[in-house]
């Protein structure tokens, strides 16, 4: 059921790949309630992705962007207020990638410059895309901007790698730049603690199975689904947000609050 949370509004989506990703889901919420958006991702993600049938399925103009590349940014921001019709609301950055895990780089034997580059596509990046949109003054008063993150910022999960410092990274942007851009223009700025959930770049991690059965096991309410992760996108992109910011959201079912639950207990005696 839709309930127009999003009339009128305006905004980029980062990250569509395909029909089994969180930005896709998104994507396809924020057209159900009403927002309007361009999507966006890096010329090799398209390639390997859906992203053209997404945009008309929704009516969305496609404008390819590197999210490492102020250039990039700059002409997609400004591109993207001119095919809108005007300043932005919401953005949600959905960006991740490690070739260190792709390669299967042990932890103890990093490849530093991919590590770098880890760290400027799935943290710095975050940063990158809010300066473009604040020196262009693209986003409009009490905006919002979520990021998609995971628990792996503060706890350590074997195969994860470099990317769990790379969402350190990320949250701590959220926070710094949330604090600047509420003070400049009450715009908030959020991130998201995603469950395990079936994505292309989750699905990709080595023991993604065996962790997602256990968060599965860990969480009261099981693992939040894609789709529960976009109508909270939604919510957080609604004026019915408007006093959040700042703030790294647990979306988890309850993961990140239980110790040991009956089920675990259950797996484990026998």
Known sequence: MAYNLLKGKRGIIFGALDENSIAWKTALKVKEEGGSFTLTNAPIAMRMGKINELAKTCGAEVIPADATSEQDL???????????GGKLDFILHSIGMSPNV??????????????LKTLDISGVS????????????ALNEWGSVVALTYIAAQRTFPDYSDMAQAKSVLESIGRSYGYRYGKLKNVRVNT???SPTKT???????????????AQMMSPL????????????????????????????MHDGGF???????????????
């Open 200 to 214: 292309t770049a989750g699905a990709g991690i080595s023991g993604f199975d065996v962790f997602y059965d256990y």
């Open 126 to 137: 975050f940063h990158k895309v809010m300066q473009t949109a604040e020196k262009a003054d």
């Open 256 to 270: 990140s609050a239980t110790g040991i639950t009956e089920d675990l207990i259950e797996r484990l005696s026998k």
């Open 74 to 84: 700059s002409n997609l921001i400004s591109k993207s207020m001119e095919v809108l």
């Open 222 to 249: 099981g693992n939040a689904s894609a789709e529960d992760c976009a109508n909270y996108i939604v919510l957080m992109f609604s004026d019915y947000s408007r006093m959040v910011t700042m703030q790294n959201l």
């Open 192 to 194: 998201i603690s995603q």
């Open 102 to 115: 792709r390669k299967d780089k042990a932890y103890g034997d990093l490849n530093y410059d991919w590590f």
